[in-house]
């Protein structure tokens, strides 16, 4: 458990630090042909928008890193207490810190997908209207339909 509250204050910790940096990235990404440095596209979004733009967007990133930081560490853990018993070792080596990293990896890449894709469309102009006004219930519904979709539809092609 502590491992998990742990990768929960990482994750918010991270998306407060980096979130305004992540706007810029997606910003200057989504300027095809218009190219523009890190501190003059950081410049003119607070210019032209206003510092509070910087935020946008800012809730699903929290919803999704702080569960993907809190489940990465929690299952690394999980997955190192498994893998010593398997193995019958008794203290990690970096055969298993590598094995439970990846399969802690793998884990943490179910949680981000959907939350991911609601960060980038909600830091776009042009797709920011379709979340107006939805409550975080409503943006919740749209993550999971998301996931289930996506995680799901191989199972749709064999039947």
């Known amino acids: 458990m502590d491992s998990f509250a742990a990768g929960a204050i990482a994750g918010v910790s991270e998306v407060l630090t ?3 940096l992540d706007v810029v990235k997606t910003r200057s990404q989504l300027f095809v042909g218009k190219s523009m440095g890190t501190i003059a596209a950081f410049k003119d979004i607070v210019k032209q928008e206003g510092v509070s733009r910087l935020y946008r967007g800012i809730v699903p990133p929290i919803f999704m890193e702080t569960p993907k930081r809190a489940t ?6 999980m997955w190192g207490q498994l893998y010593r018993k398997l193995f019958r070792v008794e203290k990690n080596n970096q055969s298993l810190s590598i094995l439970s990293g990846a399969s802690a990896g793998a884990t943490e890449s179910l949680v981000i997908v959907p939350f991911e894709l609601i960060k980038i ?3 776009d102009k042009k797709n920011a209207h ?27 092609q064999k039947i």
Do not use: C, H, T
């Open 130 to 156: 379709l979340y107006q006004g939805m409550s975080l219930f409503q943006i919740s519904n749209e993550v999971l339909d998301f996931w289930l979709s996506q995680n799901f539809r191989w199972m749709d």
């Open 72 to 77: 990465k560490f929690a299952a690394n853990d």
């Open 121 to 123: 469309r909600l830091q």
């Open 18 to 20: 980096m979130y305004p």
